[in-house]
């Protein structure tokens, strides 16, 4: 597999994006709302983002390459926070993975603005 990596800068920019995100510490990491529900973190001294997956769409991101996109080895993991290395993960996988955890967190009508292409 191809590698690549995303700069902090990047993902923040891309997570960001969004219709009516808001930018908020999380702990250690910084946190991408919507809605007031976190659907991706970042941790830029460690180049890892977590994102917001439901079961099916953690299993199919995570079928690729788990040195890439892996679930996180905790209990949240099961609840489909899922990992991605950013020194290793592809710009367009980034994006898709992005975009499905905001769409499944979002309200619909703000997730439907992004699926359509509008927003």
């Known amino acids: ?18 219709p009516e995100v808001s930018v908020e510490p999380h702990f250690e990491t910084i946190s991408f709302r919507v809605n007031k529900k976190i659907f991706a973190t970042i941790n830029p001294p460690e180049r890892r983002a977590c994102v917001k997956f439901d079961a099916l769409q953690q299993d199919l991101f995570c079928s690729f390459d788990r040195s890439v996109i892996y679930p996180v080895p905790n209990k949240w993991g099961t609840h489909g926070w899922t990992n991605i290395n950013l020194k290793k993960v592809q710009l367009r996988t980034l994006k898709d993975a992005l975009k499905t955890a905001y769409c499944l967190t979002a309200p619909r009508k703000l997730a439907a603005q992004v699926d359509a292409g509008l927003a």
């Open 1 to 18: 597999m191809f590698s690549s990596m995303v700069k902090n800068e990047q993902f923040i920019a891309l997570a960001s994006v969004f």
